[in-house]
């Protein structure tokens, strides 16, 4: 399946908007409009655990949506420092999974092949626009830039998601929901 | 899990010799064979602290004890002989890393498991050697490391310099180090001293999913983070000599290039696909495991064979890797010395595996047997005279490269006839981790470290200098221990020891 979209970039230098062809061959993500008003810096809810040869992330929010978000953010915080990355691009990715601890790996899973190859996005700023736990179907915006040596500091390359001791808390009662994943680096 | 308190685990464990330990059966349910694990006095202490700390009531982590996971293992269908833990095992994802086992191919019920090879297929080592000596690198040290860190791509985020398209990748897949050798970056020598000479023939491309090739193609020729390096390395002494003048190191001082690498985020990309599918495998079989993470499908099944096939495509993958870094580093040593590689005498002296799974034949129980032979975080050390070592080795044994943590030494041992009995031809691969990075991070300062490599008269390039302390000697079991312990057990020998001169770091 090789679809073409017509994605929008937003120059910060001159604010004008410049079109641009995206080619999605056989991913559902595309590169999406954006305004800087859009982009939304809510304050870091996540850390780093201990753990023997890899590295646990732990993030919350008082949603789920939230977590998710946070959790997004600790995997892109453990490759480089976030306050060096500038927002130059909005890209669009979709997750989905069969149960709820499938679609956090997805989502997560997405967003490492969303920094692995073309563009090679690493974001400073997520935006969970759909968040479906029936069909257990994600949309977010990913906002950021590609990366790039000598601009952004070399932080650790995460290896994969795992399932392993993956844990997601919810506590409506406390407002406040938690998620556990652990990334092999 | 069984959860005993910690005395009553004891008994399942019982000490053979001063350097093993077995692991009975009724340790964890279902285990087919018995558990072995070798340690000495201090790394025993790590093993039984990992398992005490495991017993605690209300403990959630996320990886089981080292014992714990090679008692899993040890249930697996198809086992056979005894799941083996090496000197330098700590906790993974399903099996520990540093845990091989075997299974029977001919038994149908036999499993085959991403998890058992590891998310980084055949990351290994390679070791060059040089006719420099010491005398000759001292002084432009510093240069030298500079220039290999300019010219081998390294760290998060990094791009390969070796031009690579689409098409390229197939072929690379497909050939392994022949593809390397066919464009011209490196020499026919290299493939003798390589694992399956540098080429497993079971590739097939068209398993590997278009997602592990995309995050494949950019990231070929890279050295990648965590705990890979480029390392220059100085012989500091022998103790085989005949072994080591077969290798081409006649003598102490001389120069080395060990480069750690694997197959990069196209293995990941493998191994991550395969769990999946594995997950779904399982259901339909109806393959009990004593832990989730221990994903398998039949050796047989379509699954399976899929995942052998994608495997070793990664597997080949990861030769190409290592290649292109060979011919980057020996440009790096011919500008420096103004010469050809060809007059530095930059031969390849062997390159070893130690995340995959190969079929081998093993004796068992006075039978021959042909087995797919699991080793993650394990060497192959073949004794002498075995056909599938090199002409130049039969005589010695199979070179088995063991890096160690940066800073420290690293060794190269060769494989025994009495490993081959115990360990079905396997040994140790590195140190092994002992601290959690967070730990590292946080007891240990980033400048406190390169300040010590400066003392201790290393050049260090990293591209991430504040995470040296995760890979800092601290954080790590005492490589010498490691390799003290197989020695000790015979499951391989000791032969020349090398210690760092220039790091160069993710």
Same mark, same amino acid.
């Given at each position: 399946?090789?679809?073409?979209?017509?994605?929008?970039?937003?120059?910060?230098?001159?604010?004008?908007?410049?079109?641009?062809?995206?080619?999605?061959?056989?991913?559902?993500?595309?590169?999406?409009?954006?305004?800087?008003?859009?982009?939304?810096?809510?304050?870091?809810?996540?850390?780093?655990? !201990?753990?023997?040869? !890899?590295?646990?992330?732990?993030?919350?929010?008082?949603?789920?949506?939230?977590?998710?978000?946070?959790?997004?953010?600790?995997?892109?915080?453990?490759?480089?420092?976030?306050?060096?990355?500038?927002?130059?691009?909005?890209?669009?990715?979709?997750?989905?999974?069969?149960?709820?601890?499938?679609?956090?790996?997805?989502?997560?899973?997405?967003?490492?092949?969303?920094?692995?190859?073309?563009?090679?996005?690493?974001?400073?700023?997520?935006? %969970?626009?759909?968040?479906?736990?029936?069909?257990?179907?994600?949309?977010?915006?990913?906002?950021?830039?590609?990366?790039?040596?000598?601009?952004?500091?070399?932080?650790?390359?995460?290896?994969?998601?795992?399932?392993?001791?993956?844990?997601?808390?919810?506590?409506?009662?406390?407002?406040?929901?938690?998620?556990?994943?652990? %990334?092999?680096? | 899990?069984?959860?005993?308190?910690?005395?009553?685990?004891?008994?399942?464990?019982?000490?053979?010799?001063?350097?093993?330990?077995?692991?009975?059966?009724?340790?964890?349910?279902?285990?087919?064979? =018995?558990? &072995?694990?070798?340690?000495?006095?201090?790394?025993?202490?790590?093993?039984?602290?990992?398992?005490?700390?495991?017993?605690?009531?209300?403990?959630? $982590?996320?990886?089981?004890?080292?014992?714990?996971?090679?008692?899993?293992?040890?249930?697996?269908?198809? *086992?056979?002989?005894?799941?083996?833990?090496?000197?330098? &095992?700590?906790?993974?994802?399903?099996?520990?890393?540093?845990?091989?086992?075997?299974?029977?191919?001919?038994?149908?019920?036999?499993?085959?498991?991403?998890? $058992?090879?590891?998310?980084?297929?055949?990351?290994?080592?390679?070791?060059?050697?040089?006719?420099?000596?010491?005398?000759?690198?001292?002084?432009?040290?510093?240069?030298?490391?500079?220039?290999?860190?300019?010219? &081998?791509?390294?760290?998060?985020?990094?791009?390969?310099?070796?031009?690579?398209?689409?098409?390229?990748?197939?072929?690379?897949?497909?050939?392994?180090?022949?593809?390397?050798?066919?464009?011209?970056?490196?020499?026919?020598?290299?493939?003798?001293?390589?694992?399956?000479?540098?080429?497993?023939?079971?590739?097939?491309?068209?398993?590997?999913?278009?997602?592990?090739?995309?995050?494949?193609?950019?990231?070929?020729?890279?050295?990648?983070?965590?705990?890979?390096?480029?390392?220059?390395?100085?012989?500091?002494?022998?103790?085989?000599?005949?072994?080591?003048?077969?290798?081409?190191?006649?003598?102490?001082?001389?120069?080395?290039?060990?480069?750690?690498?694997?197959?990069?985020?196209?293995?990941?990309?493998?191994?991550?696909?395969?769990?999946?599918?594995? =997950?779904?495998?399982?259901?339909?079989?109806?393959?009990?495991?004593?832990?989730?993470?221990?994903?398998?499908?039949? *050796?047989?099944?379509?699954?399976?064979?899929?995942?052998?096939?994608?495997? @070793?495509?990664?597997?080949?993958?990861?030769?190409?890797?290592?290649?292109?870094?060979?011919?980057?580093?020996?440009? @790096?040593?011919?500008?420096?010395?103004?010469?050809?590689?060809?007059?530095?005498?930059?031969?390849?002296?062997?390159?070893?595996?130690?995340?995959?799974?190969?079929?081998?034949?093993?004796?068992?129980?006075?039978?021959?047997?042909?087995?797919?032979?699991?080793?993650?975080?394990?060497?192959?050390?073949?004794?002498?005279?075995?056909?599938? &070592?090199?002409?130049?080795?039969?005589?010695?044994?199979?070179?088995?490269?063991?890096?160690?943590?940066?800073?420290?030494?690293?060794?190269?041992?060769?494989?025994?006839?009495?490993?081959?009995?115990?360990?079905?031809?396997?040994?140790?691969?590195?140190?092994?981790?002992?601290?959690?990075?967070?730990?590292?991070?946080?007891?240990?300062?980033?400048?406190?470290?390169?300040?010590?490599?400066?003392?201790?008269?290393?050049? *260090?390039?990293?591209?991430?200098?504040?995470?040296?302390?995760?890979?800092?000697?601290?954080?790590?079991?005492?490589?010498?221990?490691?390799?003290?312990?197989?020695?000790?057990?015979?499951?391989?020998?000791?032969?020349?020891?090398?210690?760092?001169?220039?790091?160069?770091?993710?």
């Amino acid at each position: 399946m090789s679809l073409f979209f017509a994605g929008v970039r937003f120059d910060k230098t001159n604010n004008s908007l410049r079109k641009l062809k995206v080619n999605l061959l056989n991913s559902p993500r595309m590169e999406v409009d954006f305004t800087e008003d859009s982009v939304k810096f809510p304050e870091q809810k996540f850390e780093y655990l !201990d753990h023997t040869a !890899d590295v646990q992330l732990h993030a919350w929010g008082s949603t789920l949506k939230e977590a998710f978000e946070q959790c997004g953010m600790a995997m892109f915080g453990y490759m480089t420092s976030l306050e060096y990355v500038q927002i130059k691009y909005c890209y669009q990715i979709e997750a989905t999974g069969d149960d709820l601890e499938s679609l956090l790996f997805h989502f997560l899973d997405e967003l490492l092949f969303l920094f692995s190859c073309e563009p090679f996005l690493i974001c400073s700023s997520l935006d %969970i626009t759909k968040f479906d736990l029936e069909n257990f179907k994600i949309e977010c915006k990913c906002y950021g830039e590609p990366f790039e040596i000598g601009k952004h500091p070399q932080g650790t390359e995460v290896k994969a998601i795992t399932y392993s001791a993956m844990q997601i808390v919810q506590k409506p009662e406390g407002n406040k929901c938690e998620v556990f994943v652990i %990334i092999d680096i | 899990m069984v959860v005993r308190p910690y005395d009553q685990e004891l008994k399942y464990i019982e000490k053979i010799n001063s350097h093993s330990y077995r692991i009975k059966v009724g340790f964890q349910p279902n285990m087919k064979v =018995e558990g &072995i694990f070798y340690v000495n006095n201090h790394l025993e202490k790590l093993m039984f602290d990992e398992l005490r700390n495991a017993c605690r009531p209300g403990q959630m $982590g996320g990886f089981l004890p080292g014992v714990k996971q090679i008692a899993n293992v040890a249930a697996l269908p198809g *086992i056979v002989g005894r799941s083996v833990g090496l000197p330098d &095992i700590h906790s993974g994802y399903g099996f520990a890393i540093g845990n091989m086992a075997a299974f029977d191919i001919n038994d149908p019920t036999s499993i085959v498991s991403p998890g $058992g090879v590891g998310f980084d297929i055949n990351c290994g080592v390679r070791l060059l050697r040089t006719n420099l000596f010491e005398k000759d690198v001292q002084p432009v040290k510093e240069q030298i490391a500079q220039s290999l860190f300019d010219h &081998i791509p390294v760290g998060v985020g990094s791009k390969g310099i070796i031009p690579m398209n689409a098409k390229d990748l197939e072929e690379a897949l497909e050939m392994g180090m022949d593809w390397s050798l066919r464009e011209g970056y490196v020499w026919a020598e290299d493939k003798e001293h390589c694992e399956e000479y540098g080429r497993m023939l079971n590739a097939d491309p068209s398993k590997v999913s278009m997602r592990a090739k995309k995050r494949g193609l950019p990231q070929l020729g890279t050295l990648g983070a965590g705990n890979h390096y480029a390392e220059i390395q100085v012989v500091d002494e022998i103790y085989d000599k005949f072994a080591a003048s077969k290798m081409g190191i006649e003598e102490t001082g001389q120069v080395c290039v060990m480069i750690h690498s694997g197959s990069r985020g196209f293995g990941h990309q493998v191994a991550t696909d395969a769990l999946v599918q594995m =997950e779904k495998a399982m259901k339909r079989d109806k393959i009990e495991t004593n832990d989730r993470q221990l994903a398998c499908a039949r *050796i047989n099944s379509t699954e399976g064979q899929d995942y052998l096939k994608a495997m @070793a495509a990664a597997a080949n993958f990861a030769w190409v890797n290592r290649s292109s870094m060979t011919f980057l580093s020996r440009q @790096a040593f011919a500008k420096q010395f103004k010469t050809t590689p060809d007059d530095l005498d930059m031969h390849v002296i062997y390159d070893v595996s130690h995340n995959v799974a190969k079929v081998e034949e093993h004796m068992v129980n006075g039978k021959q047997k042909t087995l797919l032979v699991h080793r993650k975080g394990a060497t192959r050390a073949f004794p002498p005279h075995h056909p599938l &070592i090199p002409v130049d080795y039969q005589l010695t044994g199979q070179p088995v490269l063991v890096g160690g943590t940066m800073g420290t030494c690293s060794y190269v041992l060769t494989g025994t006839e009495q490993g081959m009995n115990e360990t079905f031809g396997s040994t140790c691969h590195g140190a092994g981790r002992a601290l959690s990075r967070a730990k590292s991070r946080r007891n240990l300062d980033y400048l406190d470290v390169l300040e010590r490599m400066k003392t201790l008269g290393i050049a *260090i390039r990293v591209a991430s200098p504040k995470l040296v302390m995760e890979e800092a000697p601290e954080s790590y079991k005492n490589v010498t221990d490691v390799v003290d312990t197989c020695h000790a057990a015979g499951i391989s020998k000791k032969c020349m020891k090398l210690r760092p001169i220039a790091v160069i770091k993710g």
